[in-house]
Nanobody, 124 residues
Framework: QVQLEESGGGLVQAGGSLRLSCAAS????????MGWFRQAPGKEREFVAAIRWSGGTTSYADSVKGRFTVSRDNAKNTGYLQMNSLKPEDTAVYYC????WGLGSRRDNEYDYWGQGTQVTVSS
């Protein structure tokens, strides 16, 4: 089992930046691919970004490409989502997710472990 805990959310003005962290505990995080998803009020959960278990390979939703960067530090058992040039439409609860030997899938049903989420609010 892997336990995930997000942090770093908050309120920021449009154009600002936030860095979300996803701390993993339980098993070796280095064997797990990680994804970031978000859910805005009244909308379905959507893919944001993902990184392969071995690192190096990343993928992004078109809506965040060029603004967000996903990364990981296996020595710290932590994943990150750096969010720059934030827009009001980025407002959502952000979740990190993990799956063993994950290749960086965009599909939420391929992830086995989920954090509780952290709120990101971008004001205009």
């Amino acid at each position: 089992q892997v336990q995930l805990e997000e942090s770093g959310g908050g309120l920021v003005q449009a154009g600002g930046s936030l860095r979300l962290s996803c701390a993993a505990s339980g098993r070796s995080f280095s064997n797990y691919g990680m994804g970031w998803f978000r859910q805005a009020p009244g909308k379905e959960r959507e893919f944001v970004a993902a990184i392969r278990w071995s690192g190096g390979t990343t993928s992004y939703a078109d809506s965040v490409k060029g603004r967000f960067t996903v990364s990981r530090d296996n020595a710290k058992n932590t994943g990150y989502l750096q969010m720059n040039s934030l827009k009001p439409e980025d407002t959502a609860v952000y979740y990190c997710a993990a799956v063993r030997w994950g290749l960086g899938s965009r599909r939420d049903n391929e992830y086995d472990y989920w954090g509780q989420g952290t709120q990101v609010t971008v004001s205009s």
